[in-house]
């Protein structure tokens, strides 16, 4: 198996398309092993050339109720009553410690994300 680290994006190109032409490749074969490795590269290069910074926590918030078909009554435990919940999505009220954390642990957010500054 030659494999080298990818440096340029000439590299990085022509590892996507040998990872193309593997996609069909059966598991613990050579061609298998060959496509796990060449990805591992890729997710590396693209980590440190492409990197993808957090959301803004109320974007996170709103992420998640979109994806999970959550409305802002959902979120009353982890925030508080209605009202509050729809200050904190409306920006007029910063998340609490205590929300970040119950925001964190019942929904799944991560608490990266829910701590990150806003501008």
């Known amino acids: 198996m030659n494999i080298k680290p990818i440096r340029t994006e000439a ?38 050339h492409f990197p993808i910074d957090l959301p803004d926590p109320i974007e996170a918030i709103k992420f998640v109720m979109d994806q999970r078909g959550l409305s802002a009554k959902d979120l009353e435990p982890a925030i508080g009553r209605l009202n509050r919940v729809y200050e904190v999505l409306n920006r007029t009220r910063p998340l609490t410690l205590a929300m970040i954390r119950k925001l964190h642990t019942s929904f799944g957010i991560p608490a990266e994300s829910l701590i990150k500054q806003t501008a």
Request: charged share 35%; aromatic share 6%; glycine share 2%.
């Open 11 to 48: 590299d990085y190109r022509a590892t996507l398309r040998e990872i193309e032409t593997l996609m069909t490749a059966t598991a613990d074969s050579p061609e298998g092993d060959r496509l796990d490795v060449l990805v591992i590269l890729v997710e590396a290069y693209e980590r440190a």
